[in-house]
């Protein structure tokens, strides 16, 4: 592995908890994407505690390969905690992290680089075309997990973050400025982190743009029906902690919580 790389244009940051089954052909899908390209690249695997064989099978795919690096943790923090801590080990002048499961293709991240030249700070990823126009997905959630998520995103509209439909697609890429400012105050370790980050990224000053997802649906998701409550709790935690200042803090380099 090689980590000595000058600083890349992009590092790519994947969470990952027990995903053995489907981590290598998410690492060749992006990697294959990247060797392609003319920019420098890194790919940092954030491992959450697995307690089946992703780490076994993220090495195996490193051994030999430059410009992959795996950050090691034993305790299972959560997807927030685990994506905060890569974001800021990353050392990418834009950071995107992107989920295991590959349900968005990394080629969206060439509809990102156009926004990123115009000046965006944060680009995202919507599934709805209430969003951005060519929204969908290609193979759809089921039809409750719908319906639990359109009528959860009008609760975080109304508490965290008005006029973006879907705010809980996994696919978000940041400026290496506003990925350390973002993620060095953030809080939130579960499934409420992307509102959190998207929260903060308004509250101080940072231009986001989005694109439009083709996204696909995997049976194997690590999302179940009560997430949806914690993560609606999480939102409104991120409102009081915008309400009460919390955020107003210096950033720490780590950006984790012991």
Avoid at 5 to 17: G, K
Avoid at 34 to 41: D, G
Avoid at 87 to 97: D, K, V
Avoid at 192 to 208: P, S, V
């Amino acid at each position: 592995m090689d980590t000595n790389q000058a600083t890349p244009y992009l590092s790519i940051i994947i969470p990952a908890y027990n995903e053995e089954r489907r981590i290598t052909t998410t690492l060749l899908s992006i990697y294959e994407y990247l060797s392609r390209q003319s920019f420098t690249w890194e790919v940092v695997v954030a491992l959450d505690g697995p307690t089946d064989e992703t780490q076994d099978r993220v090495e195996e795919f490193a051994a030999g390969r430059e410009h992959i690096r795996v950050l090691e943790r034993a305790e299972n923090r959560g997807k927030g905690y685990t994506v905060r801590e890569g974001m800021l080990a990353a050392q990418g002048q834009i950071r995107l992290f992107t989920d295991a499961d590959n349900s968005t293709d990394v080629s969206h991240f060439d509809q990102m680089r156009p926004l990123f030249a115009k000046g965006q700070d944060v680009v995202i990823c919507s599934r709805d075309e209430k969003d951005v126009a060519g929204a969908g997905q290609a193979v759809p959630q089921p039809a409750l997990k719908r319906v639990l998520g359109n009528t959860g995103n009008l609760f975080i509209q109304f508490v965290a973050v008005p006029g973006i439909w879907d705010t809980q697609c996994g696919f978000k890429a940041f400026t290496a400025e506003a990925a350390e400012k973002i993620f060095s105050v953030a809080r939130i370790d579960g499934w409420g982190f992307d509102i959190e980050a998207l929260a903060l990224a308004r509250q101080f000053g940072f231009q986001t743009g989005i694109i439009p997802a083709r996204w696909i649906d995997h049976v194997d998701t690590h999302v179940h029906f009560w997430n949806y409550g914690t993560t609606l709790l999480e939102t409104i935690r991120v409102r009081y902690y915008l309400m009460t200042g919390a955020y107003n803090i210096e950033p720490s380099r780590n950006g984790v919580k012991p």
